[in-house]
């Protein structure tokens, strides 16, 4: 009855039987309790009473089994839910994820001071540190956060007291957080990597005076045209496609010269702006002249061009008195041809812009919007505005209709105006030459300091950008002018250029000196900066376009340069990666319930075990050089790291802070394998490498010195110890230390004395010469509880081999080989081994991606073994080689890294739960939110993965396959006819007592003869059959194969394939 208690106790029911509440409805009331909104203030009255009836938080283990009723109970989301503010259910364990959260993120600045006064309050009373109890006490007190936990504060300690010196001052809690805040900026920095590619391809050019500007083409074709009116065509290569001077040379004439350009797209037309004040216009694919507007009332510095409706588009144009002129163009292709027709002057067809407008399909606007002449001019048809800028600071910027609304007032008085002037002028020309001024409610006008030189709108995300003479980038809502929503500050020279890339999140910026930047468009920040010296461009700058299709800037000086722009990349929707780069180890925290991993890019992250989620991480972590190797210290709190440079490193890696570097000589040999070690409470830190030694180094926490030096080497190991590089380091307590190394040599070592105790040898599994066979042993396992009992007949060691093989090794009294078998399906070298506490399971992984399970609870306990364990299971985890296994059999799950770039969770009979970098979290506790029965997309679809078929591993026929089943078959047939007469015969004689069986006695032996001349039969067959096949497949003809309905005996049916074949 006690058993039964307890059991029941470790459920909900039996939990709620020995709680205090004598009803499960009182507790779940508080989940079915309507929310009602609080008002600001209420009566005294009404609060008593409310907290005379406020009922108790209910306990977590109720709330766990309600959200898992409720995961099992909904699998769809309502709209009404969603009306109603239901949260959709999720997978992941709700309770347990808050509870696992980051205390830390959580805190204010105002709860910064509460916890600086503690703290002190604390100092004045004498106590330097604070306790873990201490610290929970005043976090509670000052931090708001309704969602803090004992859990969550005592991880947070221990972060802090990285040491295990059991106190924290308020220093350190300052500098951990300084460190975390920083490495999440960084962290957040890394997601979002963008640069250009330095330096530019860049192109020499051939104008002899500055690039107006450039545009493209749908195919990414470059165009560009300089004020001697030279266009030129390149490809996205910088490639030049074609060059031509569009202008005639004129006799006894100065030189035209150009102002700016823009495309026809829809008509095939060029618009050329000219420093004569006319507005030409050009075939677009032979360059040929069509016709000119002339009689401008000013210089066309700025155009810009838009089609609006079918047959109709806009032409505008910024001028030198700060005026925006708009041409509005109906019927166009039919005016396009009028003009054509028109008599030419300096050989191109030419209307004045007074007889331009009197047609009906013309309207022409003039708005006197800038005291200066216009730096930048664009119209943008999604809100049907033109915004214009200036240097003029009072009118910096100003974004205006193109009609205006009607005025009645104004055009009265600019009708007077032309009567008192007696003109007798029709309308329209009184408006060529008297510009409009739009009225208030008709623009918006920014006020900018310095003026604008360059500026960029983005409708998707309603920003607008302005730069110019002040060096300041200032972004602006473009509804409200009196002051900018943001602030970008760090080009040294005036903005010259600017350009939002709604695609790629980011703003591009450059100035005068040729300096260009990224920004992010989200939070501000400077994302990359490339001076000329970097990118190569030199010269002054002319002007600048981004190309969005080939996502590259394109910068024009006295050459043309191309900048292209690289980004973090985007895995493909059905590949999960945990790291960019290979990954070359991870591990598991006991202590925090992390994950950490790192790769050959030097980078480390760390995860949530129980949820995948990515916590932080952290890069360069040995520099350039690949991390080899992690461990963690016995107290769980710090990391340490080995890599190719040499150096071991300690880190307290919640917060990516390298505390002490460990350097071994001058050499800089690589770290291979490195471990943790405490020997009578004395602690080490034990790395091996290519120096082939074993380098020990003293932890002390106290020590201050960054640097610290390997103790002096055993004299074992500068005698006796290893030739090769080793490769592989176990610790086995309380003293014994397992080394390997390349030549396949596995030293056993007393840590206390620094003595050899034994010295294995692996085997050479091919004995021929020519093939040169890799002995090296790279991973060993200790079978701790069997090494604890010194039993020489007992394997107490595993290591892998040659070809792929796993080998059992005894260790006391005679040390040698007990086991070796080859689990692996192609001999694929195996790469890691791990056992659970008791020893009872041993999991195998090798550089095919194969996961094999073994069960050695009694394997190789009384000596030598020829038969492999028994294969609990197998499948394959990754398409690359695995490069670490870890056990975590608190949550009953097996971690693996490899070098496919993914570290992956499994339950420990090979479901997946999930990779480590996926989108959606799991809950390790709740199977329903595991990936199982999926299995990664990759794998499913790479070739190694498929079954072995007999069809597919050898040169036999489908046709063979069939002929061998039925063949099958009739032997079973013909087995089971034996084996019931055996039975038959068996019953007879135990029926007839003792004397009929001594009579009968040779019936048992008779049988028993049958069955074996059956078995000898059917190897028989089998031969049989097969030289059958090798017949077949020359072509000879087959005698027919009884079927199993006919009454022939095994021996005959033996005999007719002997006489076929």
Known sequence: ??????????????????????????????????????????????????????????????????????????????????????????????????????????????????????????????????????????????????????????????????????????????????????????????????????????????????????????????????????????????????????????????????????????????????????????????????????????????????????????????????????LFLASVGELLRTWKKLPPVENMPTIRISSAVSSPNVKYVRWKVHEDWVTQLNYYDSIQVVISASIHEPTALVIGCTTGTTNAEQKMKEMKDVKKDGKVRKWHQSSLDLPQRRAEGDQTVFRVRKGVRAFSFCKRNNLLLTGGMDRIIRIWNPYVPGKPTGVLKSHRAPVFYLHIGAEEKRIFSMSTDNTVKIWDLENHNCLFSACPKTSGIQGELTACHYLSSIKALCVATNSVSLLHLKMRARPETHLVVSHKEPVVCCIYNKTFGHVVSCSEGSVIKVWDSETGMLLSEFIGAHGNAEITCLTFDSSGRRLVTGGRDGCLRIWNYNNGHCLKTLTQDEKHNEVCDCTYVEVYQNKYIIAVGWDRRINMYFDSPHDFHHFWKPQPHWPDDLIRGHKDDILCVVQCPPSLLATSSYDGEIIIWNMISGHVYCKLNTPVLTHHSEDLEDRSVSHLTFLKTRAAKFESKTASLISNGPQGSVIFWSLFSDAQLIASFIPSRGKSQISSIVVTTGDTCAYAADQLGYIYTYDIKDYALEGPEKEPPKNVKFWRAHVNAVTSLELIEKEKTLLSSSVDCTVRLWSMDGEYIGTFGQSELWDVFTSASWKHPMVPYEILMDPQSMPVHQVLAEDVSSLQINHMEEDKKIQEKSFAKVRSGAQHSLGHTSRTGLEQASGHGNMGSSCSSQISTTYNCQGQIQRSVRKLFHLGERGCDLAPVPVPGQQQSLVQQHSILEDSA
């Not at 997601?191 to 690039?211: D, I, N, R, T």
């Not at 060059?243 to 006894?252: G, I, S």
């Not at 050329?272 to 075939?283: F, H, P, S, V, W």
Request: a positive charge; hydrophobic letters at 35%.
């Open 1 to 326: 009855m006690t058993s039964r208690n307890k059991m029941r106790s470790s459920s909900a029911l039996g939990k709620l039987e020995t709680s205090d509440d004598q009803s499960i409805l009182n507790a779940v009331a508080v989940f079915t309790e309507p929310v009602v909104p609080r008002a600001q203030s209420c009566p005294a009255g009404l609060k008593s009473q409310k907290a005379k009836t406020q009922r108790p938080a209910p306990p977590d283990w109720l709330l766990k089994e309600y959200l898992k009723g409720q995961r099992m109970r909904s699998h769809s989301v309502d709209m009404e839910d969603i009306a109603q503010g239901k949260t959709p259910p999720h997978h992941v364990d709700l309770t347990r994820s808050l509870r696992r959260g980051k205390i830390e993120h959580q805190v204010t600045l105002e709860d910064l001071k509460k916890l600086n006064i503690a703290f002190q309050e604390f100092q004045k009373r004498g106590q330097k540190f604070l306790d873990l109890d201490m610290f929970i006490r005043i976090m509670k007190k000052c931090v708001k956060s309704p969602n803090k936990s004992n859990e969550q504060i005592e991880q947070l300690f221990m972060k802090i007291d990285y040491a295990a010196t059991g106190g924290i001052q308020w220093d350190d809690f300052c500098t951990y957080l300084q460190l975390e805040y920083s490495e999440q900026a960084d962290s957040l920095a890394r997601q979002k990597e963008v640069y250009f590619v330095m330096p530019a391809l860049s192109q020499g050019l051939s104008h002899s005076g500055p690039v107006l500007r450039i545009f493209s083409l749908p195919d990414d074709t470059l165009i560009m045209m300089g004020e001697d009116g030279v266009i030129s065509f390149w490809s996205p290569q910088l490639t030049l496609k074609r060059r031509k001077l569009v202008f005639h040379k004129a006799v006894n004439r100065k030189s035209k010269w150009v102002t700016d350009f823009i495309s026809m797209p829809q008509y095939n037309k060029l618009i050329i702006g000219t420093g004569d004040r006319a507005i030409q216009l050009y075939e677009l694919s032979s360059l040929e002249p069509h016709c000119q507007i002339g009689g401008l009332d000013s210089i066309p510095p700025k155009l810009d061009y838009c089609y609006v409706d079918p047959d109709k588009c806009l032409i505008l144009y910024g001028d030198d008195q700060g005026c925006v002129n708009i």
